[in-house]
């Protein structure tokens, strides 16, 4: 009997911590796509929300062979969603890998870009997210531009 009840209050404690988990994952996968939304819609309020005032955004090139990173303003980044233009900024995503420890969050999306309707370019994302005393926020984002191999 004693064997049961332990056995009962292991998988109540393992359901409680996976609903818990999933709860916090959809929060996480909100906030990305929030971002995503955000840039579609052209909508700068939708899209600053899903950063921390402190956010870094970098982007990794392979030119050539020649790899470089490159730091861009999430401030310009976000006048230029805000910013009137034809195109939609469509920024298809996968998510791939999720994993969190407290408040801390790191996502692995694989992402196909489009401008309108045409393929530009695709990737990966890799972005660490922070919850504070609210919603999770990206305090970091770097991503992977090619245009070859995008399955």
Known sequence: MK????????????AT?????SDEESAI??????????MKDGDSTLTRAAFAPTAIMQTITNKEGKVNIRTESVNDFIKFIGTSHQEKYDERIVFTKILIDGPLASVWTDYKFYLGEKFS??????????KGDGDWQIVYIIDTRRK???N
């Open 3 to 14: 064997g049961l009840v332990i056995f009962a209050l292991f998988l109540l404690g393992f």
């Open 17 to 21: 911590n996976t609903f818990a988990q």
């Open 29 to 38: 996968k909100k906030t990305i796509n929030n971002l995503f939304a955000g």
């Open 121 to 130: 370019h695709c990737g990966v994302n890799s972005f660490q997210l922070v």
């Open 148 to 150: 070859d191999k995008c």
